[in-house]
């Protein structure tokens, strides 16, 4: 079983920055991917960015100038580093795993191909 604890969230005016991070308890078999998802009330969960085992790195289009994700591998943590930010990145932020595959280009921003699941952190961006 896999464990996603996230860190990081808070609040920041708009046109600041925030990294979150995720401590990813272990990780198994020779394909995973991790992702970064967020959810405001009402809403279905959005999928932000995702990193895989081969190093590929994938960010929604929408906010790629803005967001970078990185994974350390020697400390087993996934940050997503979020410059610039605006009231509308307002959201509680979440980390996911998935393990035997990889995140895919077109597969990575769907939750449902993801089996593990952290308990998200609250980011709060004010005008």
């Known amino acids: 079983h896999v464990h996603l604890v996230e860190t990081g969230g808070g609040s920041v005016q708009a046109g600041g920055s925030l990294r979150v991070s995720c401590l990813v308890s272990?990780?198994?078999?020779?394909?995973?991917?991790l992702g970064w998802f967020r959810q405001v009330p009402g809403k279905k969960r959005e999928g932000v960015a995702a990193f895989d085992t081969w190093d590929d790195a994938y960010v929604t289009d929408a906010l790629e100038d803005r967001f970078t994700i990185s994974y350390d591998k020697s400390k087993n943590t996934l940050h997503l580093q979020m410059n610039n930010l605006k009231p509308e990145d307002t959201a509680v932020y979440f980390c996911a795993a998935k393990v035997d595959a990889v995140c895919g280009r077109m597969d990575f921003v769907i939750a449902d191909r993801y089996h593990y699941w952290g308990q998200g952190t609250q980011v709060t961006v004010s005008p």
């Open positions: 272990e990780l198994f078999g020779n394909r995973w991917c």
